[in-house]
């Protein structure tokens, strides 16, 4: 078996079309035809299949490609340990939720790394939908999801069609973060309902959920009282969200709880959210099979050791 046809077939599923896949390849399209129908022959499956949206694979051809990226990207880490030329490196792509507990875990195990000979590390803030992309389509390592739980099933679901694992980082309950200066950052009790009614709520707008399209703003509207207006701002830069934070003392966001030395730093405060629904689920997720590497192990542990200093503070 060619493990060069595996490159053809990753290439062709990246970009859905055969003629576009022989091109970036640089060869002719009938022989990336003929390439293909010979992996298919010896596999004894069919990869792909033409529709009206292009060449995608088939139910099989996902397990394959799968299975195939991995080989792929062992032999490329095995031709990186040969190469003389080469020095050792620090190579690493995650795709995380914009949270403060994961971006202190990622800037500390950073500053812990050892004097590396050479270093390339990709830290892509989005959310879930495009972080599992990244994983199964872009060659990121791992990723973070966040979803709540009412909608576990369908990420459950899209994780196993995408030939994915998951496990657990942490379940919880999302914290109201505001500034100091908000009006309600003093209150004895907070809900979801009274803060989404007097004031504006900062949110992410790419909280989509597999399958169902608008599920999690739905949640959320059932939550606030019926008949007000939606006053909410939606952005994309955890940076940014926090410079609004400070900017617009009316404003409140939801997030997962934030270590105390993040909410010092940046003058916020978390307190109690009382709302319906108010479980999430961050999840470790990655390739089926994979294994992580030492560097990636370092890292998922930072993560661990970060979350219990936020998990384990008192809230009131």
């Given amino acids: 078996m060619n493990t060069l046809h595996f490159r053809y077939a990753v290439e062709i599923e990246k970009t859905r079309s055969i003629t576009q896949a022989a091109e ?22 069919t990869i792909f299949r033409r529709t009206s949206k292009g060449v995608i694979p088939t139910d099989q051809g996902i ?8 080989i792929l990207m062992q032999i490329d880490n095995m031709e990186a340990i040969h190469s003389p030329d080469k020095p050792r490196n620090n190579k690493l792509r995650i795709s995380v939720p914009r949270a ?7 800037s500390e195990y950073i500053a812990d790394l050892d004097n590396p000979d050479d270093m390339e590390v990709f ?14 389509e872009n060659g990121y390592d791992f990723s973070v999801i966040r979803y709540n739980t009412a909608h576990e099933k369908y990420f459950s679901d899209f994780l196993a069609e995408k030939n994915l694992e998951g496990k657990l980082l942490w379940e919880y309950k999302m914290l109201a973060v505001m500034s100091a200066d908000h009006p309600m950052a003093e209150a004895k009790e907070i809900t979801y309902a009274e803060l989404s009614q007097n004031y504006i709520e900062l949110g ?6 597999p399958y169902v399209s608008g599920a999690a703003e739905r949640l959320y509207a059932a939550n606030r009282p019926s008949g007000v207006p939606v006053k909410k701002v939606y952005m994309y830069d955890r940076g940014g969200a926090l410079d609004f934070l400070l900017t617009v003392p009316q404003a409140f ?10 909410c010092g730093k940046y003058g916020l405060v978390q307190r109690k959210c009382s709302f319906p629904d ?7 997720i990655y390739a089926s099979g ?4 030492d560097n990636e192990l370092k890292l998922v542990n930072r993560l661990y050791e970060v979350r219990n200093e936020a998990a384990f503070a008192e809230y009131t």
Avoid at 123 to 136: H, P
């Fill in 290 to 293: 994979h294994k992580l590497s």
């Fill in 123 to 136: 830290f892509c803030e989005t959310g879930s939908l495009r972080s599992i992309e990244n994983v199964r």
């Fill in 278 to 284: 108010n479980d999430y689920k961050d999840m470790l």
């Fill in 204 to 209: 992410q707008g790419d909280e989509a959920v």
């Fill in 100 to 106: 403060g507990y994961i971006s202190k875990a990622f």
């Fill in 24 to 45: 970036n390849l640089y060869m002719a399209q009938p022989n990336l035809s003929k390439a293909i129908k010979e992996l298919e022959t010896t596999l004894g499956i």
């Fill in 253 to 262: 966001m939801l997030d997962s709880p934030v270590p105390a030395s993040l």
């Fill in 63 to 70: 397990k394959f490609l799968g299975y195939a990226k991995q």
